[in-house]
């Protein structure tokens, strides 16, 4: 029988939240990150919408998804900071209940009225018209609509440095297990490989009950990252190198020498190279791999006031950062910094001479905004952030303050 378009997209909504039900729930259903202030901000905006002087110059009457998409970009679509999503999701909370779940092809309409702006969402056909139908033939399709949702951002931007660098302590390292050996006196490893480990001290490396293999993340050459203005070393970056399975624990065994004395022997725990970034050798450090990383973000401003600083830019060759890089900053979870948080990025002022007084004193010219940047990645004293919109190169030293 017909069924219209409408229909359709229930059933299939249906169908996919039953199947969510029943299987292990996508990380989107595990808790999104949207907190109860960004909610009392959407929900104001959804009573009054917002000033009309708050949209961006050229924002569009309406404006359908699209793969590719992302939240800050159809936020800065229709208003002056693309930051302010909870804003936006505010202007159509009664079609949007939550920000993570927007999907290609809805498409948004931007109302005027009053001085303010709002906007919504509607199928074709609601001016009346009839809506097109679709026949369903005699099967079951079942589709996740979790893949297809809208990102906050391109994941691909980030996604290697939620899995590959790591910050770390000063003692965090040197504590950790390391490749002690490899078969038949190989000196590098790779993909394929079998390696042998061991832990620190009396921290053993040994086998957990579980039904499957521990996964290991291989590093090396921690850097330490330094604090631009007082010179405090925050943490050390290091190299990622590479990913291994335990696949035996480490042990001992009682035995005795030639001279048929007893005597203890250590067993190393046993590894199997899986992946290679480039290639491993004796003395690499073993770090457990962590858990996934949420991969959906809503950007928001710190509550507090942020003074910040660049402490480096991701990659030891490169000086200056471009649009789409990564840098470090000298702010964590200690100084109340989220991922999600928005900072934007301050260009120092050149210090010059007055060449019109005869004193000839220097002057400071006022630190100019250069753009914004996004936390995706927190630790205790340092932060992981991609630059977002900029308008000239930024350098580690870089201040960093609230985007408003």
Same mark, same amino acid.
């Given at each position: 029988?017909?069924?219209?378009? !409408?229909?359709?997209?229930?059933?299939?909504?249906?169908?996919?939240?039953?199947?969510?039900?029943?299987?292990?729930?996508?990380?989107?259903?595990?808790? #999104?990150?949207?907190?109860?202030?960004?909610?009392?901000?959407? *929900?104001?905006?959804?009573?009054?919408?917002?000033?009309?002087?708050?949209?961006?110059?050229?924002?569009?009457?309406?404006?359908?998804?699209?793969?590719?998409?992302?939240?800050?970009?159809?936020?800065?679509?229709?208003?002056?900071?693309?930051?302010?999503?909870? %804003?936006?999701?505010?202007?159509?909370?009664?079609?949007?209940?939550?920000?993570?779940?927007?999907?290609?092809?809805?498409?948004?309409?931007?109302?005027?009225?009053?001085?303010?702006?709002?906007?919504?969402?509607?199928?074709? @056909?609601?001016?009346?018209?009839?809506?097109?139908? !679709?026949?369903?033939?005699?099967?079951?399709?079942?589709?996740?609509?979790?893949?297809?949702?809208?990102?906050?951002?391109?994941?691909?931007?980030? %996604? +290697?440095?939620?899995?590959?660098?790591?910050?770390?302590?000063?003692? @965090?390292?040197?504590?950790?297990?390391?490749?002690?050996?490899?078969?038949?006196?190989?000196?590098?490893?790779?993909?394929?490989?079998?390696?042998?480990?061991? @832990?620190?001290?009396?921290?053993?490396?040994?086998?957990?009950?579980?039904?499957?293999?521990?996964?290991?993340?291989? #590093?090396?050459?921690? *850097?330490?990252?330094?604090?631009?203005?007082?010179? %405090?070393?925050?943490?050390?970056?290091?190299?990622?190198?590479?990913?291994?399975?335990?696949?035996?624990?480490?042990?001992?065994?009682?035995? !005795?020498?030639?001279?048929?004395?007893?005597?203890?022997?250590?067993?190393?725990?046993?590894?199997?190279?899986?992946?290679?970034?480039?290639?491993?050798?004796?003395?690499?450090?073993?770090?457990?791999?962590?858990?996934?990383?949420?991969? =959906?973000?809503?950007?928001? +401003?710190?509550?507090?006031?942020?003074?910040?600083?660049?402490?480096?830019?991701?990659?030891?060759?490169?000086?200056?950062?471009?649009?789409?890089?990564?840098?470090?900053?000298?702010?964590?979870?200690?100084?109340?910094?989220? =991922?999600?948080?928005?900072?934007?990025?301050?260009?120092?002022?050149?210090?010059?001479?007055?060449?019109?007084?005869?004193?000839?004193?220097?002057?400071?010219?006022?630190? %100019?905004?250069?753009?914004?940047?996004?936390?995706?990645?927190? #630790?205790?004293?340092?932060?992981?952030?991609?630059?977002?919109?900029?308008?000239?190169?930024?350098? !580690?030293?870089?201040?960093?303050?609230?985007?408003?």
């Amino acid at each position: 029988m017909p069924i219209s378009t !409408v229909a359709a997209k229930v059933i299939g909504v249906t169908l996919a939240v039953l199947t969510t039900s029943l299987t292990t729930a996508p990380v989107w259903a595990q808790g #999104f990150p949207v907190t109860a202030g960004q909610k009392a901000t959407a *929900t104001q905006v959804a009573q009054a919408g917002v000033p009309l002087s708050e949209l961006a110059a050229n924002a569009p009457d309406e404006y359908t998804i699209k793969r590719g998409d992302t939240l800050w970009a159809i936020s800065g679509l229709f208003l002056k900071g693309a930051w302010r999503w909870p %804003e936006l999701w505010g202007m159509n909370l009664a079609d949007i209940r939550n920000p993570h779940l927007i999907y290609p092809g809805q498409t948004l309409y931007l109302e005027r009225q009053g001085g303010r702006a709002t906007l919504r969402s509607r199928q074709s @056909g609601a001016d009346g018209t009839s809506l097109p139908t !679709v026949r369903l033939s005699p099967r079951t399709r079942i589709e996740m609509l979790a893949s297809d949702a809208l990102p906050t951002l391109k994941s691909h931007l980030i %996604e +290697a440095f939620l899995a590959e660098p790591v910050i770390v302590d000063e003692n @965090g390292l040197t504590r950790a297990p390391r490749i002690v050996a490899a078969q038949e006196g190989r000196v590098l490893l790779t993909r394929g490989d079998r390696a042998y480990a061991r @832990g620190q001290g009396d921290a053993m490396l040994i086998d957990e009950p579980a039904e499957r293999q521990k996964a290991y993340r291989v #590093f090396r050459n921690a *850097t330490p990252l330094k604090d631009p203005v007082t010179g %405090e070393i925050l943490g050390y970056e290091a190299q990622y190198v590479g990913k291994a399975l335990l696949v035996h624990g480490e042990s001992t065994q009682a035995s !005795v020498d030639k001279d048929g004395k007893p005597r203890t022997d250590i067993i190393p725990a046993t590894i199997d190279i899986v992946a290679a970034k480039e290639e491993m050798r004796v003395g690499d450090r073993l770090l457990p791999e962590p858990p996934q990383q949420l991969l =959906s973000y809503v950007p928001h +401003a710190p509550q507090g006031p942020i003074n910040a600083r660049i402490v480096s830019v991701y990659g030891s060759a490169v000086v200056n950062a471009a649009q789409n890089q990564v840098v470090v900053i000298n702010l964590g979870t200690r100084d109340g910094i989220e =991922s999600g948080h928005v900072l934007a990025i301050l260009k120092d002022g050149a210090r010059l001479i007055d060449k019109t007084d005869a004193a000839r004193p220097e002057l400071k010219l006022p630190d %100019e905004r250069n753009g914004l940047l996004m936390v995706f990645r927190t #630790f205790e004293k340092l932060s992981y952030a991609l630059v977002l919109d900029i308008t000239d190169g930024v350098k !580690v030293g870089d201040r960093l303050v609230n985007p408003l």
